[in-house]
C-alpha cells in the first residue's frame, strides 16, 4: 500500500511539475513577445469611446515584467507626473489569456488587478475591470454599466 502511494505520488509530480514548468515558459515567451513601447489605437470604457486626446497618444511600456503607462493621462496629473507602473504576471494557458497587473505606486499600490489579454502579432488588447474588483473579465469588451476598460494598442514603430 505504501509502495502504491509513494509511486502515485511520484508519477503526481512528474507530471504536474513539467506541466507547470511549461506554463511558465509559456508565460515568458508571452512576456517577452510585448517588449517595448505600444500605442493605444482604441478604448473603451463602460460602452464609450475614449476621448480622441488619449487614442494615438497614450502608451503603454513593457520592460520586463513591469508595465508603465504614459501619455495623456500622466500629464494631466500636473508638472512633475507619476506615470503608473505596474507589475504584470502573465497565464496564456488561460481562456482567454490572463494578466494579473500589480501597481507599484499610487493610491492602490499593491492591489492587484485581474485582467485578460490576446497578443495577435503587433496588436494587443486588454481588458481591466476597476480598482478593486473581484473577478476577472471574460470577454474583450465593455458594456455600459461593467466598469470594465477595453483597450487595443499597436506596437510602436519608434
Known amino acids: 500500500m505504501i509502495m502504491k ?59 520586463g515584467d513591469t508595465m508603465v503607462m504614459g501619455g495623456p493621462l500622466t500629464a494631466a496629473q500636473g508638472k512633475d507626473p507619476v506615470k503608473p507602473e505596474f507589475t504584470v504576471k502573465l497565464d496564456p494557458s488561460k481562456k482567454p489569456k490572463a494578466m494579473d497587473a500589480t501597481p507599484l505606486n499610487g493610491k492602490f499600490k499593491g492591489k492587484t488587478v485581474l485582467g485578460i489579454y490576446q497578443l495577435e502579432g503587433e496588436e494587443l488588447k486588454i481588458c481591466l475591470p476597476k480598482q478593486g474588483d473581484k473577478e476577472r473579465p471574460s470577454d474583450f469588451k465593455s458594456p455600459e454599466g461593467s466598469d470594465l476598460a477595453f483597450m487595443t494598442f499597436k506596437r510602436s514603430k519608434k
Open 5 to 63: 502511494i509513494r509511486l502515485s505520488a511520484a508519477l503526481l509530480l512528474a507530471v504536474v511539475i513539467p506541466a507547470a514548468a511549461l506554463r511558465g515558459q509559456d508565460a515568458q515567451k508571452d512576456l517577452d513577445k510585448l517588449q517595448g513601447t505600444w500605442v493605444l489605437t482604441a478604448m473603451e470604457k463602460n460602452g464609450k469611446a475614449a476621448p480622441e486626446y488619449v487614442v494615438g497618444k497614450l502608451t503603454v511600456t513593457f520592460k
